[in-house]
Nanobody
């Protein structure tokens, strides 16, 4: 199983970016998908999660500015980030909790991370 993230980059404060993350491989079912981020010298933190039934959960820092969505037919999760701030600068990691066979428990897989830099 692989998670391939894309869409990061450099943007000015107030700008927008859209991150994408596609899961591929021997996948039977994906439960939660989401995004975490890690700034320099800080711990990785939750940004947003979305369940298979499209229930969403956001960190306080993301509420009102970020929108998470997913396309189950493509095993892909998105993060639309608007009104970006310099404090949003971090490496963003996608994750998926999924099963590779019906008789196996789910495991969490991580993407490689994509850099988001917001200049002031």
């Amino acid at each position: 199983v692989q998670l391939q993230a894309s869409g990061g980059g450099l943007v000015q404060a107030g700008g927008s970016l859209r991150l994408s993350c596609a899961a591929s491989g021997s996948i039977v079912y994906i439960n939660n998908m989401g995004w975490y981020r890690q700034a320099p010298e800080k711990q990785r933190e939750l940004v947003a999660l979305i369940s298979n039934s499209m229930t969403t959960n956001y960190a306080d820092a993301a509420k009102g500015r970020f929108t998470i969505s997913r396309d189950n037919s493509k095993n892909t999760v998105y993060l639309q980030m608007n009104s970006l701030k310099p404090e949003d600068t971090a490496v963003y990691f996608c994750m998926a909790s999924l099963t590779t066979a019906w008789n196996k428990p789910s495991n969490t897989y991580w993407g490689q991370g994509t850099q988001v830099t917001v200049s002031s």
